[in-house]
């Protein structure tokens, strides 16, 4: 018997062994080309930029004094401003799909059998549409003769002539449309999960509409509502091609900013500070999303 | 109760209409008779006659299949294995990998990008490795696809029952007969899918090889952000009609070859 044991533990340990051995180069991969140049992107951050994006010594704090806010003449608002914006738009954008993603997720999680399939794969297209396309179309639907402002301009809302971007509201409504996707599909795994005795039971107990909604829905779809939140927020927060392409000068965001110092202006060691401040938000996201329940963010709708 | 239904009908259609605002209107004024301006001016297979004939387009193109294609390759081999992997790891390992997977996942892609324009310039600088080109793009576009590859496997493998590769071992095969003969057929629908959804997150990204990319080697997405920049022209949007057109096919198959193996 004892050697019987021994066998069953050699093969655990075998099996161990072996599992190893097989999901060891795509750690390895992902340990040298994520990581690895994250931790190269922190070392960065604290050092000083040399001449066409060199990153030299001295070590030193100045990129994250001038995001928080330290000018060479005191403090200037620019980088605590667009921190702010960033984080504000991707809160706004959170918010809008959240309340377009639920009644869509349940209208879908409703549609009888053959329709659910069809509803369920109109929003799996946009989310693998490439996403600059969606993106510069809408430079041609809010343009003076763009289809969406020709009807706000009929409503009354601009006058002739006028276009709708570049501009923060251009930026917000197609981070709206290119997101979407991304709130709908978690929480319609959720939804599709829900059970209906309990909403109903709470109906039959007097609940109104609304403690129907937070006491009988929302517990039950938590896990979907959290992976939503994350699939939104955190990707928005970082977004360089849809400000890039719609928000004109005024409105730049991390992922912009980040770009600014990549590209034109030479600045890696300021670029990645920047970086870390979006990969600390990120950090930050995931947490709070783990709290809220959602043990892997967007993991369940593969 | 019926009114309330009936809005939450007209609420959602709507909500599906203004997701299919952006690509109609590519399509629609990729048939648009005149260069310039919004106006409506005549049905033209013009501007797709014109595609054919541009050597940038065409070189575009071959790139964005040769890198999804070597990028698909590399992380469904790579995934692959980690989804198989990754369940047998002890519970703190597993743990790890899930975060190591999610992060790339959720993280905005121009952190990923700038932290291996990094990489690769420190390495050129030492070593004279990593030329930005087709072979950098390809390596960032592998650390991408992956995690996604890796999760859909794992998630197939977690409905199989093991009782199958258990017998097997029990009747004298070897580790890489049960691999081969019981648990690469159970799995294969999996990795499918994996590989289309790797496919088309490389055909999707345009960040990622706008940092990455060198001289000489452009994609479609780079080239239609290169000429969104300039002005958009009839042929940009002719591009990226072909570009809706492929994804809806690839997506299509996708749901298809899932309803029928994944359920």
Redesign the interface.
Known sequence: MADCRTTAEQAEAGRHRCAVAIGAPAVLWLTVFFLIPLGMAAVASLLTAGGYGGIEPPVTAANYLRIAGQGTFGFAPVYPLILGRSLLLGLVTTVLCLAAGLPLAFWIARLPGMFKTIGLTLVVIPFWTNLLIRTYAWQILLSPEGWVTGVARWIGLVDPGAALYPGMFAVSLCMLCDFLPFMVLPLYVSVEKLDASLVEAAADLGANRWNVFRHAIVPQIRSGLAAGVTLVFLPATGQFVIPDLLGGGKTALLGNLIQQQFGPSMDWPFGSAIAMVTLAVVLLGLWVASLMGGKQGGAELL | MKTRSGT??G??VA??G??????V??IV?SFNATRH???WSGFTLEWYRALLGNDLVLAAVRNTLWLAGASTLISTV??T??G???????PA?RRW??R?????????????A??????F??VRRWTGWFQLGMGTMV??H??LE???V???VR?RLAGFDSSLAEAAQDLGAS?FQVFWWITFPLILPGILVGAL?AF?LS??D??LSF?TTGPGASTL?IF??SS?KRG?TPE?NAL?AI??AF??V???IL?LLQ?RWLR
């Open positions: 939450l009908h609420v959602s909500l599906l203004f997701l299919y605002l952006p690509i209107v590519v004024y301006g919004v106006a790579l995934g294995l980690l198989c992997g990754l369940d047998r790891f002890r390992g990998c899930g190591l997977l999610q992060l790339p996942m959720v993280m905005p892609d121009i952190v990923m700038v932290a291996l324009v990094i990489l310039s420190l390596l960032a592998v650390t992956i995690p996604f890796a999760i859909v998630s580790r959804l088309t055909l999707d345009f960040v940092f997405p239609i952000y969104v958009i940009v990226s570009v809706i994804s809806i690839a997506i299509v749901t309803r």
